[in-house]
């Protein structure tokens, strides 16, 4: 059986940037940390999670932990990790045999999990007060000293994971040891011996700087990006030779006073096959990671959205060439119309069929588009636009409480080079994520089922996320001059023309789809509201 232990809470430096999680249940790549355990454990042993009797279990991590195969077991809070591995053994029954135990906040792709007794190590430069293991010495297991920090650094320490051959004993010692694990896994290993063994491929998620660094190994990147991090420098490259070309002149002729929401540009890079682009890499979190799988209250995300806000109104103080397309007729109708055909085809769907959405009928996916593009608004002027202003591509600074903004379009509709375009698209994409949930569906955190043209739908969802949401729609119409309907009609149409994007997976793609069908009623369901004067 292993044992992932995840029962107490994430430190203070953690949870102001992600609020109040167990380790195993931070961001990374667009993922929670267990998923990457589960990959790297046998997929025939028990695999147990520990968490914080108080944890709230999201009905949607429960459904993941279900399909993963692993068993959440709730401990109560307060207690010393040796006594935590003592009560979950004691709860699961356990006494016989072996147990291997992994640290929640740990991932080692290299993991020796068919060793006995054993403990591992990984070499580190850090000057954390870890935990080093000497076989040659009594005890073996010792804590490294702050003294020792300096002269120490470079050794190995423990890594995190640990393989005991008999429960029992590993109960019967770290009880002797009043449950201080390390004096238990000394007396432990006093009787049966541990065998030391390297892991190269361990990152180490406990605490901020690391988290951040590791993250950087595991994430995942489209496949049509190559990126590089090294030295504080991300190199982004592509075949897509005008995508890159276009980002990387939206980095370079951007205004001067909108440098500070962006990562420093270093340059474009120089490539006849794949071009590119290298800027600073900034050791941030995106807003999708902290919206799906964060635990911050609402007032910290109201501090977000003022400097989200700041971005948009500085951005619209640079007025575009009178010659910029802006017409919303283009940027959403023609291209929604064009997407739709191509989604028609791909999966024989009538366009003028009407659907039945948890059990209310709305109209086919032709009349949806015109009644939405009917309500977008008509602006008169352009400016400064990021083109994919989705959570995904923004990071927040607690530090300076900013925001710096990456991967932007810098594309017209005729796929020329430019950085100006329609301010509504901006605010559109931004709504998609906090109203439209686009976020919650990319990370696979829905429920859907169809028959035909019948679907169930459902989207996961909070009060914080609630409150949000209603804070975000206020200061749109109150700083921006957009309402909820406006919102709403234009987040259709992002919808409804990512469809055909997404053709690589059919169960995502109908997610899609519901989710076009859901905010079309939402808006149908607003009352009338007279044009301003």
């Not at 559109?428 to 976020?439: P, Q, T």
Request: charged residues 20%; hydrophobic residues 40%.
């Amino acid at each position: 059986m292993f044992l992932i232990t995840s029962a107490a809470y994430i430190g203070q430096e953690f949870s102001s940037e992600f609020g109040r999680l167990p380790p195993a249940f931070l961001p990374v790549g667009n993922r929670r940390l267990y998923r990457y355990h589960r990959e790297v454990l046998p997929a025939d042993e028990r695999i147990v999670l520990s968490l914080p009797e108080e944890f709230a279990l999201p009905e949607y991590d429960r459904r993941i932990l279900e399909e993963l195969n692993i068993e959440p077991l709730f401990l109560p809070e307060g207690l010393s990790l040796g006594e935590s591995v003592i009560c979950a053994l004691n709860l699961l029954g356990h006494a016989n045999g072996p147990i291997r135990i992994l640290h929640g906040d740990t991932l080692i792709y290299d993991l020796p999990t068919q060793a006995q007794d054993a403990i591992t190590l990984s070499p580190v430069d850090d000057n954390y007060a870890w935990a080093i293991y000497n076989h040659e010495q009594t005890p073996p297991l010792s804590q490294l000293q702050e003294s020792d920090l300096v002269t120490r650094r470079a050794e190995s320490v423990v890594n995190g994971y640990f393989s005991f051959s008999d429960a029992r004993l590993l109960i019967q010692s770290i009880t002797r040891a009043r449950g201080n694990f390390i004096d238990g896994i000394n007396r432990y290993a006093a009787l049966k011996p541990l065998t030391p063994i390297e892991c190269q491929e361990w990152f180490d998620f406990g605490h901020l700087h690391t988290y951040y660094r590791s993250k950087t190994h595991v994430s995942t990147t489209r496949v049509f990006n190559q990126m590089a991090i090294q030295n504080g420098v991300v190199q982004k490259r592509s075949h897509k030779q005008q995508k890159m070309r276009a980002e990387a002149n939206w980095f370079a002729s951007l205004p001067t006073t909108l440098k500070r929401f962006t990562p420093n540009f270093l340059g474009a890079l120089d490539d006849d096959n794949q071009p590119g682009y290298a800027i600073e890499y900034l050791y941030l979190t995106s807003l999708n990671e902290m919206w799906v799988f964060g635990n911050l209250p609402a007032f910290v995300w109201r501090r977000i959205g003022a400097a989200c806000l700041d971005f948009f109104k500085e951005c619209r103080q640079h007025t575009a060439p009178a010659n910029t397309e802006i017409s919303a007729e283009k940027l959403f109708g023609e291209k929604t119309r064009e997407r739709l055909a191509q989604f028609s085809t791909e999966n024989q769907i009538d366009l003028d069929q009407t659907w039945q959405l948890n059990g209310s009928a709305v109209p086919g996916l032709h009349q949806i588009a015109a009644e939405a593009l009917a309500e977008i608004p008509k602006p008169e002027v352009g400016c400064v636009v990021h083109g994919d202003l989705c959570f995904s591509n923004i990071l927040y600074d607690f530090r300076s409480q900013s925001i710096k903004v990456i991967d932007p379009r810098g594309l017209d509709t005729q796929d020329n080079l430019t950085i100006f375009g329609n301010p509504d698209y901006d605010l559109a994409k931004f709504a998609h994520s906090v109203v439209g949930r686009y976020d919650f569906i990319i990370a696979g955190y829905y429920q859907l089922k169809q028959t035909n043209y019948q679907l169930e739908f459902t989207l996961p969802t909070t009060d914080t996320h609630d409150q949000v949401e209603a804070l975000f729609l206020t200061r749109s119409e109150e700083g921006l001059d957009r309402t909820e309907k406006q919102l709403l009609a234009m987040q259709i149409h992002l919808f409804l023309s990512m469809l055909p994007l997404h053709n690589d997976d059919n169960q995502r793609q109908m997610a899609l789809l519901a989710n076009a069908l859901r905010l079309y009623q939402r808006m149908k369901a607003l009352p009338f509201a007279e044009p301003k004067a």
